[in-house]
């Protein structure tokens, strides 16, 4: 579904065609290639600050830095490690978007496995509202939890953002497993009911094993959107546990203070991105998969 | 410190396998029960942990703010729809609602043109791996992030300094004066400079998208318009377009909610100063620097309201993929 096009074989190519259109000439190549150019500036150009002494970069663009003299260094990141908490924030995020990616799955995976080989009143409504879900702004529903967090006295905590971002996820990843177990074979689970097979067994056994592609898309998808989040950790933790604050937080809060632009802030933005890119670039074809199958059903 | 990484363990551990523990409890449970009642008590322990979720995050919540919005700040009076004046009686929020119009308006636009142009032009070239995961990655990282990164992009300096900003130096290059970006409010320029950092970032999700559905049309469709005599263009515009228009509804819908939700970008690049302030930072601004509860609430209903119509299409949506099931 997502892989990318293979040439047509022919028996004998008069024309070498990729793809569904037919090959383009230069000018396509060139308006590709730009675009690809606009698209990395930005993530270069940080990168590139990021390892430039702060008086080279505060005098001349990044770009002079392609050509020789060489002056590179790693000193905005150990001022950066050093001098503020980004190593208390990245542990922080870490903390957070863990156990708010493991629990969510594994309630949603229940969940779908009921609307999907379950047969009950009401069963589609309830989808219905789960698909309605979907779209429900965050922005709605922060003033009672957060006055609930504050009763239970878990404002500020792990546990308050792990529940918040569980419940926030939940719609989304419903949504993707029920759509993927639903277009598992019917076979494969009468005969196991038949057999003998309890539906403990039955989900354990075939449903989660067959569902590994989905999982592993919901899960990228799931940790990524954590490890990204403002808003929640912002709200949640914000000002009442400082030092449970994640690294989106902080390096918000060093814009405003220190002011765009220098170099600390694009180490520690760039601190902030590894562990994405890392992911985005070692599973990319699951966070695709997770993207497209939630959007559009196969 | 080693406390909160003991505490996660437990968490990543523990809550798994109370759970698993808990669907396998559910059998025993089901024991004692007749044969016939089984199956329909079943599904509902099932769902019972995800009900109990999203009742307690978005319903009861949702309820809850709706309520709050026809209250006063403390929840101790019924105010009626004072909230909801001061919304459209304030230049603050109106200003709000405007660039949220222009959010919905542009972004959209842009994500799913861009998106569009893209996902056709790389579908002719060898490198269309690549091509693709330049355009889309910039959505794997943080809206925070992305906004430190074209800080940098939109640095200004005073005429005569050297600019270091990417945008300003290639101005500069061209014979024009540096511009303060972030700082122009005619014709909300800030504004759409915001947009166009959230579109860098969004293209690639349209992009995908669309292209997974331009693979799944039938090349031999193309062909026949080809021996036809259509040129590419007419291929493209006669066959592949219509084929793809109800994928781009799809991606529509999900930028515009993405529009209407727009904060993260806004609170770390202006903070909604000059003009360029959105209802969700709005909102953020009434609960926490202003402490107007009702007012935030009142916001968020603005917003929920705003959502409600693309709830019931993709409702209808899904409705009809489950009919052609």
């Given at each position: 579904m997502t892989a990318a096009a293979t040439p047509i074989a022919e028996a004998r190519p008069r024309v070498r065609r990729f793809g569904r259109l037919r090959s383009g000439g230069i000018g396509l190549h060139t308006v590709v290639i730009v675009l690809m150019v606009i698209w990395a500036v930005p993530t270069v150009g940080l990168l590139i600050n990021s390892v430039r002494p702060g008086q080279e970069a505060a005098s001349s663009g990044?770009?002079?830095?392609?050509?020789?003299p060489y002056q590179f260094t790693f000193e905005n990141y150990a001022h950066v490690l050093e001098q503020s908490n980004i190593g208390t924030n990245f542990l922080n995020s870490l903390i957070i978007s863990i156990p708010a990616t493991v629990i969510p799955i594994f309630v949603a995976a229940f969940a779908a496995y009921a609307f999907s080989w379950m047969e009950f009143p009401g069963r589609n409504v309830l989808f219905v509202v789960v698909v309605g879900l979907l779209?429900?702004?965050?922005q709605a529903t922060l003033i009672p939890i957060l006055k609930l967090f504050a009763g239970w006295g878990i404002?500020?905590?792990?546990l308050a953002v792990w529940l918040a971002h569980t419940g926030y996820g939940l719609p989304f990843a419903i949504y993707l497993l029920r759509n993927f177990m639903g277009s598992l074979p019917r076979e494969v689970f009468e005969s196991a009911a038949i057999d003998g097979a309890s539906p403990v067994t039955a989900f354990f056994r075939l449903a989660i094993p067959m569902s590994v592609p989905a999982l592993a898309a919901l899960a990228i998808f799931q940790f990524l959107f954590v490890w990204n989040d403002l808003l929640v950790a912002l709200i949640y933790i914000g000002a009442v546990?400082?030092?449970?604050?994640p690294l989106t937080v902080s390096i918000a809060g060093l814009v405003t203070s220190?002011?765009?632009?220098t170099e600390f802030l694009g180490a520690a933005a760039f601190l902030s991105m590894l562990l994405p890119l890392i992911v985005f670039f070692a599973l990319q074809r699951y966070f695709v998969r997770g993207i497209v199958g939630g959007s559009v059903k196969g | 410190m080693e406390e909160r990484i003991i505490t996660a363990i437990i968490a990543v551990i523990g809550v798994p396998a109370v759970l698993v523990a808990y669907i396998w409890g559910t059998e025993q449970v089901l024991r004692i029960f007749p044969e016939g009642l089984k199956p329909r008590l079943r599904p509902w322990l099932w769902m019972a942990p995800a009900l109990g979720l999203l009742g307690l995050f978005l319903v009861y919540p949702m309820v809850g703010t709706i309520i709050a919005s026809l209250q006063n700040t403390t929840g101790t009076e019924w105010v009626g729809l004072e909230n909801f004046g001061w919304f459209f009686g304030s230049n603050d929020a109106l200003s709000a609602l405007k660039n949220n119009v222009l959010w919905l308006i542009f972004l959209t636009l842009f994500t799913v043109g861009f998106g569009l142009i893209v996902a056709v032009l790389v579908d002719?070239?060898?490198y269309e791996t690549a091509a693709k995961s330049v355009i889309f990655?910039?959505?794997?990282?943080?809206m925070v992030a992305a906004g430190v990164i074209w800080l940098y992009m939109y640095q200004y300096k005073p005429p005569g300094a050297v600019q270091t900003g990417t945008l300003n130096a290639a101005v500069g290059a061209l014979g024009a004066g540096p511009i303060p970006w972030l700082q122009v409010q005619d014709f909300s320029v800030n504004t759409f400079m915001l947009i166009i950092v959230m579109t860098w970032m969004w293209t690639g999700f349209g992009m995908v998208i669309i292209s997974a559905a331009l693979k799944g049309i039938n090349p031999e469709l193309l062909e026949a318009g080809r021996v036809d005599g259509a040129n590419e263009w007419q291929v493209f515009r006669g066959i592949i377009f219509p084929l793809l228009v109800p994928t781009l509804v799809v991606v529509g819908t999900t930028m515009i909610i993405t529009a209407l939700k727009a904060f993260d970008i806004v609170y770390t690049m202006t903070g909604g100063n000059l003009e360029t302030d959105v209802i969700a930072n709005l909102m953020y601004k009434q609960m926490?620097?202003?402490?107007e509860f009702g007012r935030a609430s009142a916001v968020a209903v603005v917003l929920l309201l705003a959502i409600v119509p693309i709830m019931f299409f993709n409702i209808g949506r899904f409705r009809a993929q489950e009919a052609v099931r």
């Open positions: 990044w770009w002079t830095a392609i050509f020789p779209v429900v702004p965050l404002a500020g905590t792990f546990r400082p030092d449970n604050l220190i002011g765009g632009g | 002719r070239v060898r990655l910039p959505l794997a990282i943080s926490f620097r202003v402490g």
